[in-house]
């Protein structure tokens, strides 16, 4: 299965954009990549995906490489709310198995 | 409101007693899944229903038992509890399987088997 390899732990300033990395070198060619967020005491919740190009939606945006082999999940402006474990993932065609590795901790500041 | 509901939220129980944990969605979603949470371990998956008596393992399966008896239904059953069983579950599902569709959660289930 591809792996996914995120820093453990970042911060920012409340109101500020957040750039959280995500590379995923092994990552085939029809792979999708979710991002998912799980704030203290609830369960994962989705928060945006894409295959190819950048994406945006209400929560974030969602910017990939050009070979793939990475990408970069922005907060436009992060809040209070936005503080919590951010993982990503790929789901292959045909893959019943959403696998998260250990994720990033994010730390909003005051 | 589109959700996962599972239940019970907490549970404490001895070992060797049967016990099962519900999951319930409302949006006619086809896949649901099983998974489990533990420090340092991530989220790792235990079983999973394609549809109505669909039913294959994850990564985890050992100690677990599931049904799909109905679409909405996913109920994860514990049939001689231990220990080492004692985790965070989630719940999820998503419409048939389909990598461009997110994944619904439950708010989850902390068991501690004593």
């Known amino acids: 299965d591809a792996k996914t390899t995120q820093p453990n732990s970042m911060e920012s300033n409340e109101e500020e954009p957040v750039h959280l990395p995500c590379n995923h070198s092994?990552?085939?060619?029809?792979?999708?990549i979710h991002w998912y967020r799980q704030l203290p005491s609830q369960g994962p919740e989705y928060v945006i995906h894409g295959l190819t190009s950048n994406v945006n939606n209400r929560m974030a945006s969602l910017a990939i490489a050009e070979d793939r082999k990475s990408s970069t999940l922005i907060l436009h402006r992060a809040t209070l709310r936005d503080a919590a474990v951010y993982y990503c993932t790929l789901t292959g065609a045909g893959s019943y198995q959403l696998t998260f590795g250990k994720g990033t901790k994010l730390s909003v500041i005051p | 409101e589109a959700q996962v509901t599972q239940n019970p939220r907490y549970l404490i129980t001895v070992t060797g007693k049967k016990l099962t944990v519900t999951c319930s969605q409302n949006?006619?979603?086809?896949?649901m899944s099983w998974y489990r949470q533990d420090p340092g371990l991530g989220l790792r998956q235990i079983y999973y229903s394609m549809n109505v008596e669909v039913t294959d393992k994850g990564d985890v399966p050992e100690g677990y038992k599931v049904s799909r008896k109905e679409k909405r239904n996913f109920p994860l059953i514990l049939e001689s509890p231990s220990p080492n069983q004692t985790s965070l579950y989630f719940c999820?599902?998503?419409?048939?399987?389909?990598?461009?569709?997110?994944?619904?959660f439950g708010s989850g289930t902390r068991l501690t088997v004593v």
């Open positions: 999820a599902s998503s419409p048939l399987y389909d990598s461009s569709y997110g994944y619904t």
């Open positions: 949006m006619n979603h086809e896949y």
């Open positions: 092994t990552i085939s060619g029809t792979d999708y």
